[in-house]
């Protein structure tokens, strides 16, 4: 099933860009960098009553080794920041190891994660630095509200790289849930939002 740009503008209320200044008095913004250079997918997770709940995947590679996630903070919730390394297998970037840091949040509080692979120890808090961010941020918003919509959806943005689409930022909404707020950092022009339920995909 084909979903024509009339089609998403119908689906979504707003769909905005907006700054960091415009962050709710529970959120938390996560910004960080790699210092050496890596491909990796980022993943931010929480633990409620046992069940891991995925809060936004982020792509890095050598040439972007910044990131952000937003999302909102709970004193009580377990938050872990997972590292999923990538090699160049055959055809295509492969999993190579998984790195984890555990994360205190504090609701509204804004912090920064710096990030030395080699060094990691989590266990021994070596090879990042964790702390809370008092700097003004340049970070972008993508902020919208799914209208009749009763899927579950991942929204993700994009951008062209040598000719192919790269993953920048990526997050589930599932079913009931249908506001999302998507961050991302800015160097240049030149991304795509998607859309994409089962079966189907649709970019702005």
């Known amino acids: 099933m084909?979903?024509?740009?009339?089609?998403?503008?119908?689906?979504?209320?707003s769909l905005v860009v907006i700054n960091a200044a415009m962050a709710q008095q529970d959120q938390v913004i996560l910004t960080g960098t790699f210092t050496e250079k890596i491909n990796a997918e980022l993943q931010l997770i929480k633990t409620v009553n046992g069940k891991i709940v995925n809060l936004g995947v982020y792509t890095i590679n050598p040439s972007n080794p910044d990131f952000v996630f937003a999302f909102s903070a709970d004193t009580t919730i377990n938050y872990s920041f997972q590292i999923k390394t990538l090699k160049q297998g055959h055809i295509r970037l492969?999993?190579?190891?998984?790195?984890a840091i555990p994360l205190t949040l504090k609701p509204g509080q804004n912090y920064s994660l710096k990030v030395t692979l080699s060094k990691l120890n989590a266990?021994?808090?070596a090879g990042f630095?964790?702390?809370?961010?008092?700097?003004?941020?340049?970070?972008?918003?993508?902020?919208g509200k799914f209208m009749n919509w009763d899927y579950g959806v991942n929204v993700t943005?994009?951008?062209?790289?040598?000719?192919s689409l790269e993953t920048i930022n990526n997050i589930y909404n599932p079913k009931g849930n249908n506001s999302f707020l998507l961050p991302c950092i800015v160097k240049e022009e030149g991304f795509i939002i998607s859309l994409l339920r089962v079966g189907e995909c649709a970019s702005i």
């Not at 492969?94 to 790195?99: A, H, I, L, R």
């Open 2 to 13: 084909k979903i024509s740009i009339k089609n998403i503008i119908a689906c979504i209320a």
């Open 94 to 99: 492969e999993t190579d190891k998984w790195f």
């Open 123 to 125: 266990e021994k808090k």
């Open 129 to 143: 630095e964790f702390k809370p961010d008092t700097r003004k941020s340049s970070i972008a918003f993508v902020s």
């Open 157 to 163: 943005i994009q951008r062209v790289v040598d000719g």
